[in-house]
């Protein structure tokens, strides 16, 4: 098996990600603009407006980017807090 499909099996294909709102870890590849984190949290939302949606990426110092499905390599859930 090699490396990049070893990676690969942790990791959910973003067809399958929420898109209700849910926060979720990305990973990201964007070869105009690479992220400064390629592994961030993100979430998905839809412009009220035009109706089209996409993964807005939170950056760090307070801003937000946006990427497309053809920019997520793969998703994750967040962790779980387990509290005693």
Same mark, same amino acid.
């Given at each position: /098996?090699?490396? %990049?499909?070893? &990676? /690969?099996?942790?990791?959910?294909? +973003?067809?399958?990600?929420?898109?209700?709102?849910?926060?979720?870890?990305?990973? &990201?590849?964007? %070869? %105009?603009?690479?992220?400064?984190?390629?592994?961030?949290?993100? /979430?998905? %939302?839809?412009?009220? &407006?035009?109706?089209?949606?996409?993964?807005?990426?939170?950056?760090?110092?307070?801003?937000?980017?946006?990427?497309?499905?053809?920019? &997520? +390599?793969?998703?994750?859930?967040?962790?779980? +807090?387990?509290?005693?």
């Amino acid at each position: /098996m090699n490396r %990049e499909r070893a &990676i /690969m099996e942790d990791w959910y294909p +973003v067809r399958l990600a929420p898109r209700d709102g849910t926060p979720v870890i990305l990973w &990201i590849e964007d %070869e %105009e603009a690479p992220p400064l984190f390629p592994v961030t949290v993100g /979430m998905w %939302e839809v412009d009220d &407006i035009s109706g089209l949606g996409n993964w807005r990426v939170f950056s760090p110092r307070f801003t937000t980017s946006l990427y497309f499905d053809r920019h &997520i +390599v793969g998703w994750r859930p967040l962790p779980r +807090v387990y509290r005693a």
